[in-house]
């Protein structure tokens, strides 16, 4: 099973701000096969990023995905308000599919 | 407009069973992989359990395998979930979603969750 850690935990910012988000492999996935997701509380998920860096439908271009390999990383380039989430990062290369803990962004 | 809905959950005693449901809408059910993913309360999320376009290639989370069925009927826009021999740890939040089209086992709808809670 491919583990996933996401650092930091907890990401204190301000609006405007840029948000870096770290996702880390415990062994390489298959075809970048990763995927960004960005869950406000009381709300199902929503897809920001698959595929390692191909934006979902929808979403701002504030919102990109990079990395290979074993290491990711979801930018946001200047927070709004409503970013203001918790977000996970998933792999689908290998079963099981699995996530990673999440990254709670919240306003400094 | 790609709409899930789930429904089913309940509070159930240890050992026993339930049928989650997920009905969709807005877009060609039959086209799509589907997933259940769950959430503990507080807790980030799980996959489940994942069924191809015609039900015939299903995976499971080995913490469920043996006990839980994932199972669709395309005429009626409709995937289950059968849960059977329940444990106080699948109490959770239940999610069904949708596949995308360049990613089949990315997310691309989520329906609003039907809690299960289990009860030792």
């Known amino acids: 099973e491919i583990v996933l850690t996401q650092s930091p935990g907890t990401l204190s910012l301000s609006p405007g701000e840029r948000a870096t988000l770290s996702c880390r492999a415990s062994q390489s996935i298959i075809s970048n096969y990763l995927a960004w997701y960005q869950q406000k509380r009381g709300q199902a998920p929503r897809l920001l990023i698959y595929g390692a860096s191909n934006r979902a439908t929808g979403i701002p271009d504030r919102f990109s995905g990079s990395g290979s390999g074993t290491d990711f990383t979801l930018t946001i380039s200047r927070l709004e308000p409503e970013d203001f989430a918790v977000y996970y990062c998933?792999?689908?290369?290998?079963?099981?599919?699995?996530f990673g803990p999440g990254t709670k962004v919240d306003i400094k | 407009e790609v709409q899930l809905v789930e429904s089913g959950g309940g509070l159930v005693q240890s050992g026993g069973s339930l049928r989650l449901s997920c009905a969709a809408s807005?877009?060609?059910?039959?086209?799509?992989?589907m997933h259940w993913v769950r959430q503990a309360p507080g807790k980030g999320l799980v996959w489940v359990s994942r069924l191809n376009f015609l039900g015939s290639t299903t995976d499971y989370a080995d913490s469920v395998k043996g006990r839980f069925t994932i199972s669709r009927d395309n005429a009626k826009n409709t995937l289950y979930l059968q849960m059977n021999s329940l444990r106080a740890e699948d109490t959770a939040l239940y999610y069904c979603a949708r596949g995308g089209s360049d990613a089949p086992m990315a997310y691309t709808g989520w329906g609003q969750g039907t809690l299960v809670t289990v009860s030792s």
């Open positions: 807005g877009f060609t059910f039959g086209n799509y992989w």
């Open positions: 998933q792999q689908y290369g290998s079963s099981p599919i699995t």
